[in-house]
């Protein structure tokens, strides 16, 4: 199947490693012109190396902004003022107990997760109107529907953020754009890795049986911290299974799709639609 985004220009915000990097890399294997971003330094070098080394000729060059800094949006547009393919990776997690939430809490992850992807996303918009062609990907999260206890803000704001997929879709009425979501389930990335690392070890437990017991087990009361064992596939994701339906949803094969949320999380949500 071919799919269509050879030398098109592609950003993935947040994409040094987990979800954003596998899907950077699969783009340039599909001969787009990836940008890879992250806050800049040896991460983003290191990124850009793993891509290059992995795909001889990839097109790919780093992008540096921090976009939890108050400047962070206007210093990305000011280096790349136009793409064609735009994949909004970046989150602020901000995981904290319902209880402990403050206001200044819920400023700081609707902000990050919302305000700044919606500048993003409306930017890159305009331009890919003007132009006639384009695709923007959002990568919301199953914690959209189904909040655990200790991140309620950030699934709030992975729940607004396809709401606000699909207003920048109505705005796309006509054209040759297509913006949608993704909803990844629990993802084995660099970050998650570490957060069930430090549970097992918190419980003294050895990884290999936390992980048995996340998915065999789910009335356990430290695979209850950290969700829940519902998934049908009894795994975690790997990164570049999520990256293949991103990179779908960038590409012409998906081109009768837009304004949609497409799920994949292993059948961890508990319900056909
Ligand atoms: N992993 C999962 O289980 C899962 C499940 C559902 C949804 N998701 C969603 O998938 C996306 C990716 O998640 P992930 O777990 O793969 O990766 P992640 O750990 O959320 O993000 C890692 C990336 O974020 C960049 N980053 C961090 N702070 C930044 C900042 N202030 N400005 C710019 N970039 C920043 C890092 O770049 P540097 O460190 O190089 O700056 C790195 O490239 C997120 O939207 C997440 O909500 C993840």
Not at 47 to 76: C, S, T
Not at 116 to 140: D, E, N, P
Request: charged share 20%; with cysteine; proline share 3%.
């Amino acid at each position: 199947m071919q799919t269509g985004i050879k030398n098109k220009l592609a950003l993935v915000t947040a994409s040094t490693q987990g979800i954003g990097f596998a899907t950077a890399k699969m783009l340039a294997e599909e001969g787009a012109a990836v940008r890879v971003h992250g806050r800049g330094g040896e991460s983003l070098d290191h990124a850009l190396e793993r891509i290059r080394q992995a795909v001889p000729g990839a097109k790919v060059q780093g992008v540096a902004a921090d976009l939890a800094a108050d400047d962070g949006v206007a210093q990305l547009l000011k280096q790349l003022p136009a793409v064609d393919i735009l994949v909004n990776g970046y989150a602020d997690t901000g995981a904290k107990m319902l209880a402990d939430v403050r206001a200044a809490d819920w400023d700081s992850i609707l902000h990050n997760n919302l305000a700044t992807t919606s500048a993003i996303s409306t930017h890159y918009l305009t331009g890919m109107l003007q132009k006639g062609w384009g695709r923007m990907v959002f990568v919301s999260s199953d914690l959209a529907l189904r909040p655990l206890p200790y991140m309620v803000p950030y699934s709030a704001a992975k729940l607004a953020q396809l709401t606000l997929a699909r207003g920048l879709a109505e705005m796309t009425a006509g054209s040759e754009v297509r913006v949608n979501a993704v909803m990844p389930g629990f993802t084995l990335t660099e970050r998650t890795e570490s957060i069930l690392r430090s549970t097992a070890d918190r419980h003294g437990i050895p990884f290999d049986r936390f992980m048995h017991d996340y998915f065999n087990d789910p009335a356990c009361s430290y695979v209850a911290e950290v969700g829940h064992a519902t998934s049908l596939i009894k795994r975690l994701l790997r990164p570049e299974e999520v990256a293949s339906m991103i990179v779908y949803l960038c590409s012409e094969l998906s081109s009768g799709t837009n304004g949609a949320t497409l799920r994949c999380d292993g059948g961890a949500t508990l319900t056909a639609l």
